[in-house]
């Protein structure tokens, strides 16, 4: 009897035994996927992207439409599965089309979705990117952008507004108008940015407005005034005369800047 009882006993410590080493093996299982899961969450913390530079071409139709090829350039670190834009269309018609591709290493269009709110429209291209520098094209138009007054045409367009969260290393923008040829007296060129941004005509006409660096949250517009003889066809008219007053405007802006 006392023989049975220690056997019994000396079962149920090894049974206990077992029973602790099964807990401390899953608790150790379970230490190690934490740790694991915590590793993979920091890796994908950790990763970032840089835009070195942005160069659009913007081509104003005679309806008043204009036509925007934009070039970023990535620089990723880490793995992404695409770019983000955000378009605001305040003061235009929307887009006529929109088109994105991947300008290098490779030359291939790209597939993305689209989503509205009030009048900022999202696109979310898709491409995937690791530890690589990447240039993007985006190609679009918009409808009936340049507004037409008695006195003057008037193209005002914020390229990146405040909400833009994303810095960029360098910033050029090239206007072109429907003619080349107008005298200094019509064409009135105004840009609103970071203060060390340069506006400038060059010899063949088009408008450059160029920005060495683009903070998080600065915005990036430019205003042009022309004659209204280049837009013929357009429809967006209001009967007032307006070149005065928008050059007031503008005087008065440039005298706070100072």
Same mark, same amino acid.
Request: aromatic share 8%; with cysteine.
């Given at each position: 009897?006392?023989?049975?009882?220690? =056997?019994?006993?000396?079962?149920?410590?090894? !049974?206990?035994?077992? !029973?602790? !080493?099964? !807990? =401390?093996?899953?608790?150790?299982? =379970?230490?190690?996927?934490? =740790?694991?899961s915590l590793t993979?969450?920091?890796?994908?913390?950790? %990763?970032?992207?840089?835009?070195?530079?942005?160069? +659009?071409?913007?081509k104003i139709l005679e309806n008043g439409d204009i036509q925007v090829s934009e070039i970023f350039e990535y620089d990723f670190d880490g793995d992404f599965n695409g770019i983000i834009r955000t378009i605001g269309i305040k003061g235009s018609d929307g887009f006529k089309y929109f088109k994105a591709s991947e300008y290098f290493p490779e030359d291939k269009e790209l597939e993305y979705t689209q989503s509205l709110n009030a009048d900022m429209v999202t696109y979310k291209i898709y491409d995937k990117s690791s530890n690589e520098r990447k240039l993007f094209l985006l190609e679009y138009q918009l409808r009936n952008v340049i507004t037409l007054y008695n006195d003057t045409a008037e193209f005002y367009w914020k390229f990146f507004d405040e909400s833009n969260t994303s810095p960029i290393g360098h910033v050029k923008i090239e206007v072109e108008l429907p003619a080349a040829e107008v005298s200094a007296e019509e064409l009135k060129v105004f840009g609103h940015g970071p203060l060390d941004g340069k506006v400038s005509i060059q010899e063949d006409g088009k408008i450059v407005y160029e920005v060495f660096r683009l903070s998080s949250g600065?915005?990036?517009? +430019? %205003?042009?005034?022309?004659?209204? $003889?280049?837009?013929?066809? $357009?429809?967006?008219?209001?009967?007032?005369?307006k070149f005065a007053e928008i050059m007031k405007e503008e005087l008065g802006w440039a005298k706070k800047a100072d």
């Open positions: 009897m006392i023989q049975g009882t220690v =056997l019994c006993i000396n079962l149920l410590i090894i !049974k206990g035994v077992v !029973k602790i !080493k099964a !807990k =401390l093996m899953t608790g150790f299982a =379970l230490l190690i996927i934490i =740790l694991f993979t969450f920091i890796a994908c913390a950790e %990763r970032s992207f840089e835009i070195t530079d942005y160069q +659009a071409q913007v600065e915005m990036v517009e +430019a %205003r042009i005034l022309f004659p209204n $003889s280049m837009i013929p066809d $357009s429809s967006k008219i209001i009967n007032q005369n």
